[in-house]
Nanobody, 120 residues
Framework: QVQLVESGGGLVQAGGSLRLSCAAS????????MAWYRQAPGKQRESVAR???????NYADSVKGRFTISRDNAKNTVYLQMNSLKPTDTAVYSC??????????????WGQGTQVTVSS
């Protein structure tokens, strides 16, 4: 069982920055991929950024060059540094983590999410 707790959301003006954190706790096998998603009101959830256990990353086109995902494997924590924020970045941001379940298959856990609001 894995618990994921996000923090760092809030209200920021356009052009500002925020740093989100997502800490995993509980009893689990090594975490494989970790990722950030977001969901704006009235829209589908979308992938923002993903990072593998070895540090390879990929980003949504809409955040490339502005957001940076990183992780601290010793702390089982993933971060999302968000710079040059835009009002269109306003959403609930959630993290997920993929572990190997008891049956040997990958299983994805999700956090509850943290609100990011960017004012114009």
């Amino acid at each position: 069982q894995v618990q994921l707790v996000e923090s760092g959301g809030g209200l920021v003006q356009a052009g500002g920055s925020l740093r989100l954190s997502c800490a995993a706790s509980g009893s689990f096998s090594p975490i494989h991929d970790m990722a950030w998603y977001r969901q704006a009101p009235g829209k589908q959830r979308e992938s923002v950024a993903r990072i593998t256990s070895s540090g390879s990353t990929n980003y949504a086109d809409s955040v490339k060059g502005r957001f940076t995902i990183s992780r601290d494997n010793a702390k089982n924590t993933v971060y999302l540094q968000m710079n040059s924020l835009k009002p269109t970045d306003t959403a609930v941001y959630s993290c997920n983590a993929v572990v190997t379940a008891w049956n040997g298959l990958p299983y994805t856990y999700w956090g509850q999410g943290t609100q990011v609001t960017v004012s114009s």
